[in-house]
Structure formats: structure tokens, C-alpha cells
């Protein structure tokens, strides 16, 4: 027997009673299984904590032999009943370590003493089980033994102390049996009508549910057209694979095995049948489509440059995709192309500037005559939604500036409305779920809260059901003992809302970090002392605006940095406290500044029609003068003055990642390096102290250190699964980052209109 205490919690709208062992919503009493109970009651008595699964199991389950699966059941259980009612990201998955209960609590009774205190007698019974961890045997899909090095991560490994050694030997049988069974099972039921069933719920509540993944991250997905299943993308450890999840069962099978292989897109075939991808790897240099069968079986290649997810044309002979230009332009095309092999392109869309494509995804209407795109107006300025027409490529445009910058976007199947995601404009940067009606263009926000929707994992199945993954980043800022990263220390947990330094950090000569950080309705620069103390904001807010990419003068005398506080992005001066602002450029479409180390010089990049090259101006103000004509961006000036690192070729997507090196004073560069293939160009780049080496982000996580001499490149160590957002050298050359660890969740929303 176990005793339970008769304490009493309050968080959002709903009341615990331990005594009497009821959740409540708006004084409505909400059903729980007694284990899922049990559960919530754990996690709010230890709201805030990261809790080991062990510990879970532990304080839930004392005593018995329990399958980790039980835990994740009901914790999806929890997430479905709070869910309902909004509030289902209370409860957030930690990678690799287990849950948090993340919402504010409040106590409102405790434990007594003595005869004074309520008891609930929970029975308890044991039982054996054979226990299942999370780790890897040496199986391929096909059921062969793996290579050397190359583990089959689809396999289960079981605790050679609990299982028969007759029994280990047939674990690899019965998993390809689970496979196959699963293969049938899917197969046989696809042939189910795709439209039966609908939304369930009152109309009018947003329903949420969240389905738990193994083990990794989740950094992509997308549902089947038929509502049965999900494919996703799973993050572990620097590897993705991709796994299909059963939304009945919330269990899940891995059918790629882990490798360095980076995913970008991926969704369904229109029958559901298979799963295609965009990805990159040391074979395919610039993002590839590939095809793989919903159970696995080999990949299969069909075309490089799918820059989107695909969207099928209702009779699923074709599909309409995204492709950027090569790594010198900036044009986006929108083309379509034979579903079954990725051939005979055709592009429907080749926007003529100052227009451009600006979505990151396209969406073919159910009626199959016109393909969604977002698109800047005539002016440049502003995102709408463009309907194409797949007859004559000729457009027409859905709503007022409806959508944001990089929308994804999907139609839902009756034609009445597309669903999209992206920014709502303000400083926090969240991008939040929205329903567009057709063809007036009218707009509905579907989620409202203060977590972020990733825009790059937009679907909608047959039922109207949209799978996305919810993202929660609370920053962190870490200060090094050297120019390695060695011996970092945390100095500031940040909050996802404020996002201390995710868009700029700097130390400056005093010691202090300065870092950008959002305060309710704009973005700051803010300075603390070396140990998290003495926050202070130093420029003043202003509605809407945002001062990104700080940056201090050698002699402490100046802040440098861009700013939209004039209606466009420009660089802006201000005195070390934060006084004194003065506008340095002008004309819009000015960033990224780099200060020469004697403070007099302001080096930035300026894209006109967008396409960027490197400019100078003195931090006294003045005409500028154009240092390059080549695409050019992200400058930094080396410690000694004499030369300029930048990102030559286009930033984003590029096959050959290039680093140029030029005179301080402008002209064709001295040396071009290539980065690592997972160097990350559409942020800043710095020189390393010694003026030796480059340092730059991975895209998956942590930091290089380019040597210009040899071009040999090493890892510099940070937290793992730590994703750097910006990163400086103080003036003793101790290295201050900040980030985050991403928390992801699959979420799917229905019942929204």
C-alpha cells in the first residue's frame, strides 16, 4: 500500500484534490484512469524538474516491473485529456532524458500530520515483464547482422539480464515480423475510404493531440492523406532516421536506419503508400527527393534541387514544388513534375522582381486547377497569398497580406480555406497556426499561445486533421574559460518569451555581455555582468521594433547594430549606455555589422533586389562605400585588421558552402575555403582570437573551428544536443555562446472551425 497526500494544486484553469483524487476544468470534473492520475499528480507535485523516466516509473509504479510503453501511454493520455482544453503543452518531453511539467502551479493545500491527514489507499499489485530499453542490436531492416559500426537503430535491444539467451536470438525474428504485420495491416486497411470519419468534439474547442515519439527529437512530419499514420523525421545524437507512427496505437516503427543524412521535407504519396523526402548527404550534395515505402525497403532517388514539401495534384499523377536558384541568385521557381519519377519539369511560376516567392511551401488546390504560393506584392514589401493557375500560370491573390515571410501552406480538402503557418509579426518571432477561407481571404487564428509551430512540417489529412511539430526554446547563455569552448558555464537561463541573445551577443571590453532580448512589444539590447548579475536595458523600446546583431567598439564608446526602428532594416549607433541613437545607413535591406577593431569602421551587408554584397561605413556617419559585387554576406573582421571573412555565394542551400577572405580595404578575395558540409552560412562567422581559424555553426548542433592554413576542421564542445544561436570572443578570447535545447512535440489539431 502507498499513501497520497491530500494537497491540493491549481495551474491554468484546472484544480487537482489529491483527497479525493479529481482534475477539474471551469468546476467541470474531467474522467482519469487512477494510473493516469496517479501521474499527473507526480509531475505538478514536481512541476519544473526534469523527471528521468526511471524516476516516473519509481514514483508512479513503486515496486513493480513496469514496460517504459506504459509510461508513455499514459502520459499521451494526459496530454489528450488536457489537450481538449488547450492546455496539452503543459507537459513537455525532454530528449534523451524524460518530462517536465512546465505550467505555473500554485498550492492550495499540503500534506498534515498525524491523524490530521487525509489517506487514499492505492492498491498495488507486481507483476513480471520482460523490460525493453531503448537501445540499438546489430540488425538490419532485412533482417541480415549490420556492419561493422552501422546498427540497425529499427531494432529493440533487450537487458541480456532479463531475457533468455534463446530468447535474444529470436528478438530480431519477431521484429521483422512486427514490420511485416504492420506492412499488411496498413496496406489492407488503406483500402478503407480515405473520407470516412471526421472531426470529433464540440465545434468551436481546438482538440490537440500529441503523439509521443522514441526517444529522439522530432524534426519533421507530416500525416497521411488518410489520417491513419504519421512519417517523421527522429533526431538522435547528430543522426536522423525516419520512423511512421500509428495514431490508434501511438506506437511507432523505424524504417531508415540513423545516419548523418540531413532531412529537410517529407510527406506522404496521395495513397499513403510511401514517404518522400528532400535530404542531403556526402552523396547529394544539394537537397534530393527520395521515395521510400511506408515499411521500409531501400530508398529510392527521383530529382536534386526540391528546396519545399511536395503537394499533389488531386489525381496524383503530378506534384508542384519549390526550387531556389543556384548559389549566386536569389529566384525561387515554382514547377511541377511527374509523380512517379520526378521528371518532365515544368515551371509554373518565375516570379519577375521585385517579386518573389517567400513561402516555403506550395499547396495544389483540391479542385486541382491552381497551386498556393506566398509571394512579396508588387512592391517588394508585405507576403500574399498567390493562387497560380496550372492552365496558364496566370495569378490571382487570396486575401490581404494574409500570410507571413516563410508561411507553409496547405488547403483543406473541401476548398473552403487553406491552413498556414508563420510569424504573426511581432518581436517574439512565434510562429503560430492560421486558416485562411476561399476565396475571401478572411483570417482565423487556430493556435494562440507563446509556443512556436515549425513552418517547415505543415499537412493536412482527408479529415481535416493538421500535423505539426510544436517547438519550445528556452535560451541559455554560456561563457567559456578560452577560445575551445573549454570549462563553459551557464550564466543565464533565459526565458522562451524574452529570448535573451538569440539574435545577438557580444562581450564588451568592460567584461559585460551585451544581447538582444524582447521586452512585451519590441526587441532591446540588454548588458549583465560576466556572472548573469546587474541586467540592464540599454536602448529604448519601441513598439514593433527590433535591435538585433549587437556589437561593441574596441574602445567601449559605441554600440553597433541593425535595427527596423525606422521602418526598414538599417544600422544603427548608439552610445555604450544605450543613448544617443543615430541611423548610420539608408535605403533598407542594410544587416549583419562588423566593427574593424580599432571601433572606426562599421562593415555590413546591404541586399538590393536581394541580392547582398559587403558595404563600409564610418561609425561617424557618412556615404558608404561598396566593397564587393559578388554575392556576398555575413561579414567579420579579422583581429588584425587586415581582412574580411564573409559567406561568398548564396547563404542559403548552397552545394559548395564557401568562405571567402578578402583586403580590408575591398577587391577579389585572397582565399576561398568550403566549409564542412553541416557549416551553416546564413549566420554570423567569426575569426578565432589568433586570426588563425574561422569559426562557424553546425547545422545539427555545436560549433567548427576552420583552420585557414591547413582547412582541417574540429568540433569546438558544447552541452549536448545544444543548438548555438549566436557566439563571440570576449577580449581575453573566452568564447560566450547562447542557444538552445530544443524541446519538439507532434501535435495534431482538429476540431478548429
Known amino acids: 500500500?502507498?499513501?497520497?497526500?491530500?494537497?491540493?494544486?491549481?495551474?491554468?484553469?484546472?484544480?487537482?484534490?489529491?483527497?479525493?483524487?479529481?482534475?477539474?476544468?471551469?468546476?467541470?470534473?474531467?474522467?482519469?484512469?487512477?494510473?493516469?492520475?496517479?501521474?499527473?499528480?507526480?509531475?505538478?507535485?514536481?512541476?519544473?524538474?526534469?523527471?528521468?523516466?526511471?524516476e516516473l516509473l519509481d514514483g508512479v509504479w513503486p515496486g513493480q516491473f513496469v514496460e517504459e510503453n506504459n509510461l508513455s501511454v499514459q502520459v499521451s493520455a494526459l496530454r489528450k485529456a488536457l489537450g481538449e482544453h488547450g492546455a496539452g503543452q503543459f507537459i513537455v518531453t525532454i530528449p534523451g532524458k524524460g518530462y517536465s511539467f512546465v505550467a505555473e502551479v500554485e498550492a492550495s493545500g499540503g500534506e498534515a500530520s498525524g491523524d490530521d491527514r487525509a489517506e487514499v489507499i492505492i492498491e498495488t499489485?507486481?507483476?513480471?515483464?520482460?523490460?525493453?530499453?531503448?537501445?540499438?542490436?546489430?540488425?538490419?531492416?532485412?533482417?541480415?547482422?549490420?556492419?561493422?559500426?552501422?546498427?540497425?537503430?529499427?531494432?529493440?535491444?533487450?537487458?541480456?539480464?532479463?531475457?533468455?539467451?534463446?530468447?535474444?536470438?529470436?528478438?530480431?525474428?519477431?521484429?521483422?515480423?512486427?514490420?511485416?504485420?504492420?506492412?499488411?495491416?496498413?496496406?489492407?486497411?488503406?483500402?478503407?475510404?480515405?473520407?470516412?470519419?471526421?472531426?470529433?468534439?464540440?465545434?468551436?474547442?481546438?482538440?490537440?493531440?500529441t503523439f509521443a515519439t522514441s526517444g529522439g527529437v522530432p524534426h519533421r512530419v507530416g500525416i497521411s492523406p488518410d489520417g491513419r499514420i504519421l512519417a517523421y523525421v527522429q533526431r538522435s545524437q547528430g543522426e536522423d532516421s525516419i520512423w511512421v507512427g500509428d495514431l490508434e496505437t501511438n506506437q511507432s516503427i523505424q524504417i531508415t536506419p540513423p545516419s548523418e543524412r540531413l532531412h529537410s521535407y517529407i510527406g506522404f504519396s496521395p495513397d499513403s503508400r510511401n514517404i518522400y523526402f528532400t535530404a542531403r548527404d556526402d552523396n547529394h550534395l544539394v537537397w534530393t527527393l527520395m521515395r521510400v515505402s511506408v515499411y521500409g525497403g531501400a530508398v529510392q532517388v527521383l530529382t536534386a534541387g526540391v528546396h519545399s514539401s511536395l503537394s499533389f495534384s488531386p489525381d496524383g499523377r503530378q506534384f508542384a514544388f519549390l526550387r531556389r536558384d543556384d548559389a549566386r541568385t536569389n529566384n525561387t521557381y515554382l514547377i511541377i513534375a511527374d509523380a512517379e519519377t520526378g521528371m518532365d519539369e515544368q515551371v509554373l511560376l518565375q516570379p519577375e522582381k521585385p517579386q518573389r516567392i517567400t513561402s516555403i511551401g506550395a499547396a495544389w488546390s483540391p479542385d486541382g486547377k491552381s497551386v498556393a504560393v506566398g509571394m512579396t506584392d508588387i512592391a517588394g514589401r508585405g507576403c500574399e497569398i498567390t493562387n497560380v493557375s496550372v492552365a496558364d500560370g496566370s495569378t490571382s491573390t487570396i486575401g490581404d497580406k494574409a500570410c507571413r515571410g516563410n508561411s507553409n501552406l496547405a488547403w483543406l480538402n473541401d476548398g473552403s480555406a487553406i491552413v498556414i503557418t508563420g510569424a504573426e509579426g511581432d518581436v517574439s518571432g512565434n510562429n503560430q497556426v492560421r486558416l485562411v477561407s476561399y476565396p475571401a481571404g478572411a483570417v482565423q487564428r487556430i493556435t494562440n499561445d507563446t509556443l512556436n509551430y515549425g513552418n517547415y512540417s505543415l499537412s493536412v489529412s482527408s479529415d481535416d486533421r493538421v500535423a505539426v511539430l510544436q517547438t519550445r526554446e528556452d535560451p541559455k547563455i554560456w561563457l567559456s574559460d578560452n577560445d575551445k569552448g573549454e570549462n563553459a558555464r551557464q550564466i543565464l537561463a533565459g526565458?522562451?518569451?524574452?529570448?535573451?541573445?538569440?539574435?545577438?551577443?557580444?562581450?564588451?571590453?568592460?567584461?559585460?555581455?551585451?544581447?538582444?532580448?524582447?521586452?512585451?512589444?519590441?526587441?532591446?539590447?540588454?548588458?549583465?555582468?560576466?556572472?548573469?548579475?546587474?541586467?540592464?536595458?540599454?536602448?529604448?523600446?519601441?513598439?514593433?521594433?527590433?535591435?538585433?546583431?549587437?556589437?561593441?567598439?574596441?574602445?567601449?564608446?559605441?554600440?553597433?547594430?541593425?535595427?527596423?526602428?525606422?521602418?526598414?532594416?538599417?544600422?544603427?549607433?548608439?552610445?555604450?549606455?544605450?543613448?544617443?541613437?543615430?541611423?548610420?545607413?539608408?535605403?533598407?535591406?542594410?544587416?549583419?555589422?562588423?566593427?574593424?577593431?580599432?571601433?572606426?569602421?562599421v562593415v555590413y551587408t546591404s541586399r538590393v533586389n536581394g541580392n547582398g554584397s559587403l558595404w563600409r561605413i564610418s561609425v561617424e556617419g557618412g556615404e558608404p562605400t561598396q566593397m564587393t559585387k559578388e554575392e556576398t554576406s555575413w561579414?567579420?573582421?579579422?583581429?588584425?585588421?587586415?581582412?574580411?571573412?564573409?559567406?561568398?555565394?548564396?547563404?542559403?542551400?548552397?552545394?559548395?558552402?564557401?568562405?571567402?577572405?578578402?583586403?580590408?580595404?575591398?577587391?577579389?578575395?585572397?582565399?576561398?575555403?568550403?566549409?564542412?558540409?553541416?557549416?551553416?552560412?546564413?549566420?554570423?562567422?567569426?575569426?578565432?582570437?589568433?586570426?588563425?581559424?574561422?569559426?562557424?555553426?553546425?547545422?545539427?548542433?555545436?560549433?567548427?573551428?576552420?583552420?585557414?592554413?591547413?582547412?582541417k576542421r574540429e568540433r569546438i564542445p558544447v552541452p549536448d544536443d545544444y543548438r548555438v544561436s549566436h557566439f563571440n570572443f570576449s577580449p581575453t578570447g573566452a568564447l560566450a555562446f547562447t542557444g538552445v535545447i530544443q524541446m519538439r512535440e507532434i501535435v495534431i489539431l482538429g476540431n478548429y472551425r
Open 125 to 209: 499489485r507486481s507483476r513480471s515483464q520482460i523490460v525493453i530499453e531503448e537501445e540499438i542490436v546489430p540488425w538490419n531492416l532485412n533482417g541480415d547482422p549490420a556492419p561493422s559500426g552501422q546498427r540497425d537503430r529499427a531494432a529493440l535491444h533487450v537487458a541480456a539480464s532479463r531475457i533468455p539467451g534463446r530468447l535474444r536470438l529470436i528478438m530480431p525474428i519477431g521484429l521483422l515480423l512486427v514490420m511485416a504485420g504492420f506492412g499488411g495491416w496498413y496496406l489492407a486497411s488503406s483500402e478503407v475510404d480515405p473520407t470516412a470519419g471526421g472531426r470529433t468534439g464540440r465545434a468551436g474547442i481546438l482538440k490537440t493531440e
Open 1 to 54: 500500500m502507498e499513501r497520497l497526500a491530500a494537497a491540493q494544486f491549481r495551474f491554468g484553469e484546472f484544480d487537482i484534490d489529491g483527497a479525493r483524487r479529481t482534475l477539474t476544468h471551469a468546476a467541470r470534473e474531467l474522467p482519469l484512469k487512477a494510473k493516469a492520475f496517479d501521474l499527473l499528480y507526480f509531475l505538478v507535485e514536481n512541476s519544473g524538474k526534469v523527471l528521468t523516466k526511471s
Open 495 to 601: 526565458a522562451r518569451v524574452r529570448a535573451e541573445g538569440m539574435q545577438g551577443l557580444d562581450v564588451a571590453p568592460d567584461g559585460k555581455l551585451l544581447y538582444a532580448a524582447s521586452n512585451g512589444d519590441s526587441r532591446v539590447i540588454w548588458e549583465m555582468d560576466e556572472n548573469g548579475a546587474s541586467q540592464r536595458q540599454l536602448t529604448p523600446s519601441q513598439k514593433d521594433s527590433s535591435d538585433d546583431q549587437v556589437t561593441v567598439t574596441a574602445d567601449n564608446r559605441f554600440i553597433v547594430f541593425a535595427s527596423n526602428r525606422s521602418g526598414s532594416s538599417e544600422i544603427w549607433r548608439s552610445n555604450r549606455d544605450g543613448s544617443s541613437l543615430i541611423q548610420l545607413t539608408r535605403g533598407g535591406s542594410n544587416s549583419e555589422p562588423a566593427l574593424s577593431p580599432d571601433g572606426k569602421w
Open 635 to 711: 561579414p567579420a573582421v579579422s583581429p588584425d585588421g587586415k581582412y574580411i571573412a564573409c559567406v561568398y555565394g548564396k547563404a542559403f542551400d548552397a552545394s559548395d558552402k564557401r568562405i571567402a577572405i578578402i583586403p580590408f580595404d575591398g577587391g577579389r578575395p585572397v582565399k576561398v575555403t568550403t566549409m564542412d558540409k553541416n557549416g551553416v552560412m546564413f549566420n554570423r562567422i567569426r575569426w578565432s582570437p589568433d586570426s588563425r581559424a574561422m569559426i562557424y555553426k553546425d547545422l545539427v548542433q555545436g560549433l567548427w573551428r576552420h583552420d585557414l592554413a591547413s582547412d
